[in-house]
């Protein structure tokens, strides 16, 4: 059977393509993924703005019809945190649905940190130690503590590139006051994770999400002159790799960044502050290693879909 899965993000829509049998085995076939900034200049109002409304229905337009040139068997959608938190994401899901006849599922944090759990499971396939799960997205960053094959803890904070971005209007380059402003903001507000971890001490952090394949795609990129294989499920990071990059980010104004090999101009804007994000994370809760893993909601979400299948 085949199967096409539409993550509707704040700033990026994907689209996972994959084919599967009964028996759970499954294979990704494609992955796309559009440029939206649903949030572009009114995310701290709640509400999607005219040419981000059109631009995210347009691209959903697109992904659907790529899913169904792909024979998919069915399709189906989530949105996160621009579309669930905006007055107008009802009309937004509604006018999909009267072009596409696909119905978007909006989800709330939890059930987004849920099926990113899920897909973080089938890329490592087996947690035995603690592990702190990020993804940062462009409106919410969603943390979960897992061990043992079993969540431990899991909290969205509005804590997205694009509102950070909106709310601190950093110097470009970042200055060290937009740095330390950035990470008393980050103390303050990830109480309920500080709370967490005085408790259980990750072993690993693990990293979801545009961004964190952004870091992938520039090391790979600097340090082996390509970007990496696009079947891997987990990308470890190595902690000078990573720091070089991180200082080449906060060093960079935009015009160098959109030469940066590896980074998508769609991140050029936010991934300085993704960067400084993951860094303060990994610092301060004293994290010694870290990965990408490449199955997130998406895949999450195809796992239940296999599930669902296995029981009938």
């Given at each position: 059977?085949?199967?096409a899965i539409?993550?509707?993000?704040?700033n990026?829509?994907?689209?996972?393509?994959?084919?599967?049998?009964?028996?759970?085995n499954?294979?990704?076939?494609?992955n796309?993924?559009?440029?939206?900034?649903?949030g572009?200049g009114r995310i701290?109002?709640?509400?999607?703005?005219?040419e981000?409304?059109?631009?995210?229905?347009?691209?959903?337009?697109?992904l659907?019809?790529k899913a169904?040139?792909?024979?998919?068997?069915?399709?189906?959608?989530?949105?996160?945190?621009?579309?669930?938190?905006?007055?107008?994401g009802?009309e937004?899901?509604?006018?999909?649905?009267?072009?596409?006849?696909?119905?978007?599922?909006?989800?709330?944090?939890?059930?987004e940190?849920?099926?990113?759990?899920?897909?973080?499971k089938?890329?490592l396939?087996?947690?035995?130690?603690?592990?702190l799960?990020?993804d940062i997205?462009?409106?919410?960053?969603?943390?979960?503590l897992?061990r043992?094959?079993?969540?431990?803890?899991?909290?969205?904070?509005?804590?997205?590139v694009?509102?950070l971005?909106?709310?601190?209007?950093?110097s470009?380059p970042?200055t060290?006051?937009?740095?330390l402003a950035?990470e008393?903001?980050?103390?303050?507000?990830?109480?309920?994770?500080?709370e967490?971890?005085?408790l259980i001490?990750?072993?690993?952090l693990?990293?979801?999400?545009?961004s964190?394949?952004?870091?992938?795609s520039?090391?790979g990129?600097?340090?082996y002159?390509?970007?990496?294989d696009?079947?891997?499920?987990?990308?470890?990071?190595?902690?000078?790799?990573?720091?070089?990059?991180h200082?080449?980010l906060?060093?960079s104004?935009?015009?160098?960044?959109f030469?940066?090999?590896?980074l998508a101009?769609?991140?050029?804007?936010t991934?300085?502050y993704a960067?400084?994000?993951?860094?303060?994370?990994?610092q301060?809760?004293?994290?010694p290693r870290?990965?990408?893993s490449?199955?997130?909601?998406?895949e999450?979400?195809?796992?239940d879909?296999?599930?669902?299948e296995?029981?009938?």
């Open positions: 059977m085949k199967t539409i993550d509707c993000g704040t990026t829509f994907h689209l996972l393509l994959a084919e599967h049998d009964r028996q759970g499954f294979r990704r076939l494609a796309d993924k559009l440029s939206v900034k649903l572009e701290l109002q709640n509400e999607i703005g005219p981000p409304f059109k631009r995210g229905l347009k691209a959903f337009e697109k659907a019809d169904r040139d792909f024979a998919s068997d069915f399709v189906e959608a989530y949105a996160t945190s621009a579309i669930r938190s905006a007055s107008n009802p937004f899901v509604k006018k999909v649905k009267e072009s596409t006849g696909i119905s978007i599922q909006v989800i709330d944090g939890d059930a940190a849920l099926l990113i759990y899920k897909g973080v089938l890329a396939e087996n947690i035995d130690k603690p592990i799960i990020m997205g462009g409106g919410s960053t969603e943390f979960i897992a043992n094959n079993a969540i431990l803890w899991k909290h969205s904070f509005d804590l997205g694009a509102r971005l909106q709310t601190f209007k950093p470009d970042v060290p006051e937009d740095i950035l008393n903001y980050f103390e303050q507000e990830l109480q309920p994770l500080t967490q971890l005085k001490e990750p072993a690993m693990v990293g979801c999400s545009g964190f394949e952004s870091l992938a520039m090391i990129m600097r340090f002159g390509q970007e990496p696009e079947q891997l499920r987990v990308f470890p990071f190595k902690e000078h790799e990573y720091q070089e990059i200082r080449l906060l060093n104004d935009e015009t160098a960044r030469k940066i090999p590896g101009p769609m991140r050029v804007d991934i300085v960067s400084i994000f993951i860094h303060f994370v990994k301060h809760f004293s994290i870290m990965v990408l490449y199955f997130a909601l998406k999450g979400a195809f796992s879909i296999l599930k669902k296995s029981q009938e």
